[in-house]
Each structure stands twice: as C-alpha cells, then as structure tokens.
C-alpha cells in the first residue's frame, strides 16, 4: 500500500503546480476555538500555493462547513474514531480518494499518534502534530490503562511525526513526553482582527437578548464541558448577586453538561440572571455590544483564543491562573486568580472591576493585540514558513 501510493505521488508530482496539498485532521469543523483558528487560516491563507481539505470525526455538518466549502476547500468524513479497527481502512481510502497529499497537519492531541503513523504508512512526506492544550494536570490523575495509551500515543508521535507544533512548551511535552522527535516549534493560534473594527450599538445587541442597559454582564464563552468549569462559575455568580443585584451571566455556547449546568442555575435560585445563548458566530459583537467582563476559569487551556478577543474587544477578563501568561497581552484588562481560591474570592474581583475603570481604550487594546504574535496574519505567514521548509526537502520544492 505504501509503494503503490508512492508511485501515485511520483506520478503526480510530475504534473503538479507548485501548491502544496495539506490535509487538517480534526473533530469537526464547528465554532471551536481550534476549528475557528483553522478556518481563519483558509481565509487569510495563500489558497493558490496552498490546498487545505479538512478531515472530520463526524458525519454531522459543522458550523463552517459552508464556508469552508465556499473558500475552495472539502470537508471529509472518516466518523470511525469510535470503531479503531475501522478507522485505518477508512482514512487510507481517504487519502487515495481525495489526494495525494504533501501534509497531514493533525489536531486530535494524542490520537495524533495513530493518525500520523498511518499517514506515514501511506507515504505522505510531511505530518505534523499540534498540540492545542496542556493537559498534563489532567493526564496524572488517568488511569493506568489511560497512562498506558498516551505513553504509546507519546512514541507513536516521535516515530511518525516529522515536526511538532504547540501553543505553548506545555503543551508541547504533553506530547513529545521524554523524546526528542520530532522537533517542536511554538506557533501562537492568532485571532481575525477584523470583525473588532465594526460598529456595535450596544443597546441594539442587549435589547435582542433581552438585557437591560443598566444590567452589569458577565460574560463566558465555550463548550459545557468540565474543563470550561461551568459549576464553579455559578457559584462566582452565586456570591456576586448576593451583592449586585442588577448582574447578569451571559453563557455562549453547548454541550454535553449544558441540562447539568441549567439544573444548577435553577437550583440557585439564578434563572432570572443567566442567560443561555447556545452557539453563536458572533463573538465579537457580543463582546462589545453585550459583556462588561469574561469570566474564564478553565481548569487548563492551550491559550484560550476567547480571552484573545476579549482584549482585542477591550474587555476586561478574569481568567484562572492555569491560562497561559503569554496570551496576556493588554496587562490591563488581565486579572490572574488561583483555581483555589473561593468562589467569594472571585466575586470580589469581579465587584471591584465594575467599579473601577480599565485605563485603555478599545482602539489602544486592539492596537496592542495587532501588534502581537497572536494576530492571525503572523499566524499565517508563520505556517506558510513551517509548510514551505518542512516541504522543500521532501519535494525538492524552492523555499522561496
């Protein structure tokens, strides 16, 4: 199988343009901060020099399925993470219905592993592991057959990878583990500036949600699922409405904790100050138009691209200090608290904040933000260079 889609490639390379043909492995394509990154590089992308398909864990449509397929690219379903022993048969037809491909840029953490060992086997020069998140704090309290599972996935990693990409070096041990394959770069997941430079009128945006102007609007945004750390935000939101009575808590987003999450809401007692707003595109709007502060209290992130736009919105954010420092880019709009500090605690600071002005406009934040390593236009240019170089040896390509 290796031969024969070798001799395909060489066939191919005979008659193939200069573009590079890249395969993104991910869950799917739905408003995630990862999907929404990689759909912002296909946007922002040479797309003539470089031909991106993504490969998806699902048969259901994703929210940018439309506008992935609207740009040129094809969104591919391999659904048989859950069957392991169909899988492989599945994403090597894949490969030769839909390629060949230059690249295999996998986005599934560990089981980056088992993807790019068979993309190996089937001969594509290049494949990448990136890793989004550091979960390490998680991965020491898994079981032994769970330990067992990312050590393989670890060597797995360091045998067929030919490079490794991280948002931060935490993130990138949790993947390379004790090996030194492949090599690891940092490459920062930058945000789409743009939609921060439209007009917001913000009683138009509250009014749809049905807010109050004078109601002061904690905002989060992320799947309801246990690293986001939904319980403890109603117990934040618990304690603040014990002493402001005109809040409100704005949730953006779904998932599978979402009737756990709305059962506690009632529990409290806080129907009437919780909003949920399910999955929404318009992030940036709802920041400016909406939110007086993000609540981020992750239990771990990767960088927390949200908290990204909450400064580039000129938000202030309180956010947990397991979150990256090197997202804190408008020092301040950034207030770190300890994940063991009580819930009071955080409610404290978020009464302090509303009393006290952040000292920056949202014109001087932006430009901050722009000026960073986390815009996506120095993403960009930065993955076109990693794309490029990785490539030159494999396919006798220029790197100019």
Request: hydrophobic share 40%; charged share 20%; with cysteine.
């Given at each position: 199988?290796?031969?024969?889609?070798?001799?395909?490639r060489?066939?191919?390379?005979?008659?193939?343009?200069?573009s590079?043909?890249?395969?993104?492995?991910?869950?799917?394509?739905?408003?995630?901060g990862?999907?929404?990154?990689?759909k912002?590089i296909?946007?922002?992308?040479?797309?003539?020099?470089?031909?991106?398909d993504?490969?998806?864990h699902t048969?259901?449509?994703?929210?940018?399925?439309d506008?992935?397929r609207?740009?040129?690219?094809?969104?591919?379903?391999?659904?048989?993470?859950?069957?392991?022993?169909?899988?492989?048969?599945?994403?090597l037809?894949?490969?030769?219905?839909?390629?060949?491909?230059?690249?295999?840029?996998?986005?599934?953490?560990?089981?980056n592993?088992?993807?790019?060992?068979?993309?190996?086997?089937?001969?594509?020069?290049?494949?990448?592991?990136?890793?989004?998140?550091?979960?390490?704090?998680?991965?020491?309290?898994?079981?032994?057959?769970?330990?067992w599972?990312?050590?393989?996935?670890?060597?797995?990693?360091?045998?067929?990878?030919?490079?490794?990409?991280?948002?931060?070096?935490?993130?990138?041990a949790?993947?390379?583990?004790s090996?030194t394959?492949?090599?690891?770069?940092?490459l920062?997941?930058?945000?789409?500036?743009?939609p921060?430079?439209?007009?917001?009128?913000?009683?138009?945006?509250?009014?749809?949600?049905?807010?109050?102007?004078?109601?002061?609007?904690?905002?989060?945004?992320g799947r309801f699922?246990?690293?986001?750390?939904?319980?403890?935000i109603?117990?934040?939101?618990?304690?603040v409405?014990?002493?402001e009575?005109?809040?409100c808590?704005?949730?953006?987003?779904?998932?599978?904790?979402?009737?756990e999450?709305?059962?506690?809401?009632?529990h409290l007692?806080?129907?009437?100050?919780?909003?949920?707003?399910?999955?929404?595109?318009?992030?940036p709007?709802?920041?400016?138009?909406a939110?007086?502060?993000?609540?981020?209290?992750?239990?771990?992130?990767?960088?927390?691209?949200?908290?990204?736009?909450?400064?580039?919105?000129?938000?202030?954010?309180?956010?947990?200090?397991?979150?990256?420092?090197?997202?804190?880019?408008?020092?301040?709009?950034?207030?770190r608290?300890?994940?063991?500090?009580?819930?009071?605690?955080?409610?404290?600071?978020?009464?302090?904040?509303?009393k006290t002005?952040?000292?920056?406009?949202?014109?001087?934040?932006?430009?901050?933000?722009?000026?960073?390593p986390?815009?996506?236009?120095?993403?960009?240019k930065?993955?076109?260079?990693?794309?490029?170089?990785?490539?030159?040896?494999?396919?006798?390509?220029?790197?100019?």
């Amino acid at each position: 199988m290796h031969y024969a889609y070798s001799l395909d490639r060489k066939e191919a390379n005979k008659q193939r343009p200069r573009s590079l043909r890249i395969l993104q492995v991910v869950a799917s394509m739905n408003l995630g901060g990862i999907e929404t990154w990689l759909k912002q590089i296909l946007h922002h992308i040479d797309r003539d020099r470089f031909q991106i398909d993504f490969l998806v864990h699902t048969s259901q449509p994703g929210k940018h399925d439309d506008e992935i397929r609207a740009l040129g690219s094809q969104i591919i379903s391999c659904p048989y993470l859950s069957q392991p022993w169909l899988y492989p048969f599945q994403f090597l037809q894949i490969l030769r219905k839909y390629g060949p491909y230059d690249i295999v840029h996998s986005h599934i953490h560990h089981f980056n592993g088992y993807i790019l060992r068979l993309a190996h086997h089937a001969g594509i020069p290049v494949r990448i592991a990136h890793s989004h998140s550091d979960t390490s704090a998680k991965d020491t309290q898994a079981s032994w057959y769970r330990r067992w599972y990312l050590d393989v996935m670890q060597m797995s990693i360091a045998n067929h990878a030919t490079k490794g990409l991280a948002t931060t070096t935490e993130a990138a041990a949790v993947l390379s583990g004790s090996f030194t394959n492949p090599p690891w770069q940092i490459l920062n997941c930058g945000i789409d500036l743009t939609p921060f430079l439209d007009a917001v009128d913000p009683v138009a945006v509250r009014t749809e949600l049905g807010i109050p102007v004078d109601t002061f609007v904690i905002g989060h945004i992320g799947r309801f699922v246990k690293v986001k750390n939904h319980s403890f935000i109603l117990d934040i939101i618990a304690e603040v409405a014990k002493k402001e009575p005109k809040i409100c808590l704005l949730l953006v987003g779904d998932g599978i904790l979402r009737p756990e999450i709305e059962q506690k809401v009632a529990h409290l007692g806080l129907t009437d100050r919780v909003i949920f707003a399910g999955v929404r595109s318009d992030i940036p709007r709802l920041m400016r138009g909406a939110m007086d502060l993000l609540l981020f209290p992750s239990l771990y992130e990767g960088m927390g691209n949200v908290r990204l736009e909450a400064q580039a919105a000129g938000l202030p954010s309180i956010v947990s200090d397991v979150v990256p420092e090197a997202g804190d880019i408008v020092k301040p709009l950034v207030q770190r608290i300890s994940l063991s500090q009580p819930a009071s605690t955080w409610a404290e600071a978020i009464l302090a904040t509303r009393k006290t002005e952040p000292g920056i406009t949202q014109a001087e934040a932006l430009k901050l933000v722009e000026m960073s390593p986390f815009n996506i236009l120095t993403s960009v240019k930065e993955l076109e260079k990693i794309y490029i170089q990785e490539s030159a040896s494999k396919l006798f390509l220029s790197v100019n």
